[in-house]
């Protein structure tokens, strides 16, 4: 479940989206204003206009970007898609069913970069489109889980956090690199809370097999903890108050306090 939304579930319509969320009412990819979510809206009629999204047997989906005449452009929805991890936003993939037009909720992605390939438009000529790696976000949690955390001095850890964030807008990335994006990350903020929660300021409750305090990287604007994010929106937690983000009765208001403090935590 992200954002109230359960996967394989069927919703009525786009519109109830809308209504809840706003955004632009057209186009394959509404970035609402004010909520930290992208929302793919996709369906077999999309392939008429030449967005021929191809699914492999492992989850991944080249997606093709917006646009429907010319050369597709790194503009409004095609950006923020690529920018969505630097941007802290998650991305949520919904496909249309035709000719009844209900939507359902297929999951959450992860942009793992993007190519430029060729297409047709709407008036059928070829043209150069921007086609983006996306993959399910729990393939890339489940990985990053077993990768072995890399180990520096603070500032190089830093330096490969911040840059692992960024990359999202970059050409040709690959899922390689987008598990050792999200290792980066965690490396840096359990380095960066120096074996104190950051929460609530206590030691980690134990040490892990290898030695090092427990705590846990928690994604402040996101939906779920996985896959890269920016360092300025994770938070290294003890169990206990990574549980009170996502189960307590006053999750949320806790929640926002932390993404508050961050501006000290994170400079
Ligand atoms: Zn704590």
Known sequence: MAWGFVRGQKYN????????????????????????????????????????????????IDYFGEGQVGEMQMVRGNLALAEHVANGKDLLWFEKAYPERSITYMGQYICAGWR?????????????????ELHPIENVVEAAETIELPIGNMDELRRRAFEAASLSGVRGQSMRTIYQR?????????ARANGDCEGCSQPAPFMRRDGSPYLEPHHLRRASDGGPDHPRFVIALCPNCHTRTHHGEDGAIYNAALLKRMPQIEP
């Open 13 to 60: 319509r786009r519109q109830d989206i809308h209504a809840r969320f706003g955004g632009q009412q057209q186009g394959g990819i509404i970035t609402p204003a004010n909520h930290n979510v992208i929302f793919i809206m996709t369906g077999k009629r999309g392939a008429e206009y030449g967005y021929d999204d191809i699914h492999y047997d492992d989850g991944r």
């Open 116 to 132: 430029r390939g060729q297409s047709k438009d709407r008036d059928d000529a070829k043209r150069s489109a921007i086609i983006f």
């Open 182 to 190: 999200s290792a980066d990350v965690r490396a840096y903020v359990l």
